[in-house]
């Protein structure tokens, strides 16, 4: 096991598994947020983040998130190290004719770096305060109370700089997805010339609805819910 994870491309199905395992959090993270522009108050966006607090998903499934977090960062270093010493100037050569694809597949080590240093703000902005300091304020529907995860998202987006870290993060995380998300789907060998270019264009689609969908709903809280 430990010789499969040391080798090359030991690395890569790694770096493939723990991407697609992080772009399923990110539907699902994406699909909570929308309910931030349900016009209730809060309410129902408050009643589905506060999941996350459930003891299961809290100590059960966040591990396993961070986890997979830290596995894409470790593995990506090694990676980029490695194709550096080996390659000189033709560092990440992707095979992927399509343009932003291929500028994508050059700089996604600068991408990922970009859209981790949204996460450590990201992070300190609203995980910190909910779940390790519980800074944040509470309030009560039908007899249960909860964390009012809605008026701190609320708060943060009311403040301009923030929404720009905000979209530019998304964008960010869109150009890395254009080409990880193909490019893992090859690696794991689901991929011959036809599906190549399939996995592109369903990379793509993925990837801008992804960002645009975290992008617009900062842009909108700030100009509609404050
Ligand atoms: C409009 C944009 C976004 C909003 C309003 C937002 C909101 C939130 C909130 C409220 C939490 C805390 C959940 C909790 O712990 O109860 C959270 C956590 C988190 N977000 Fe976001 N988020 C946004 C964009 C993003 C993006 C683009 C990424 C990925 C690049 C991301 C990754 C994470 C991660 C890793 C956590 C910590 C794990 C968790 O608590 O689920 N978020 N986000």
Same mark, same amino acid.
Request: aromatic residues 14%.
């Given at each position: 096991m430990s010789t499969i994870f040391g080798s090359s491309i030991g690395r890569k199905l790694l770096m493939s598994l723990s991407g697609l395992f992080l772009v399923?959090?990110?539907?699902?993270?994406? !699909?909570?947020?929308?309910?931030?522009?349900?016009?209730?108050?809060?309410?129902?966006?408050?009643?589905?983040a506060n999941f996350?607090?459930?003891?299961?998903?809290?100590?059960?499934l966040q591990p396993v998130l961070f986890g997979g977090f830290i596995i894409h960062i470790i593995y990506a270093s090694i990676l980029t190290l490695q194709n550096?010493?080996?390659?000189?100037?033709?560092?990440?050569?992707?095979?992927?004719n399509t343009k932003d694809v291929m500028w994508a597949s050059k700089n996604m080590y600068v991408l990922g770096i970009t859209?981790?240093?949204?996460?450590?703000?990201?992070?300190?902005?609203f995980f910190v305060p909910l779940q390790i300091t519980h800074g944040a304020a509470s309030v009560t529907y039908d007899g249960v109370e909860m964390h009012n995860t809605y008026a701190l998202v609320n708060a943060a987006l009311?403040?301009?700089?923030?929404?720009?870290?905000?979209?530019?993060?998304?964008?960010?995380?869109?150009?890395?997805? /254009?080409?990880?998300?193909? !490019?893992?789907?090859?690696?794991?060998?689901?991929?011959?010339?036809?599906?190549?270019?399939?996995? /592109?264009?369903?990379?793509i689609a993925f990837a801008w609805i992804i960002g645009l969908g975290?992008?617009?709903?900062?842009?909108?809280?700030?100009?509609?819910?404050?």
């Open positions: 399923t959090f990110l539907i699902v993270h994406l !699909s909570i947020n929308l309910l931030l522009l349900v016009p209730d108050g809060g309410e129902t966006f408050n009643i589905a996350m607090a459930l003891p299961l998903i809290k100590y059960g550096n010493k080996a390659r000189g100037n033709a560092k990440y050569a992707s095979g992927n859209v981790t240093a949204f996460l450590v703000v990201h992070i300190v902005d009311s403040e301009a700089w923030r929404v720009a870290l905000y979209v530019v993060g998304s964008l960010g995380l869109t150009i890395h997805l /254009t080409h990880g998300f193909w !490019s893992a789907f090859q690696t794991l060998g689901f991929s011959n010339n036809i599906w190549r270019k399939r996995w /592109t264009v369903i990379g975290f992008a617009a709903i900062a842009i909108l809280q700030f100009a509609f819910y404050q």
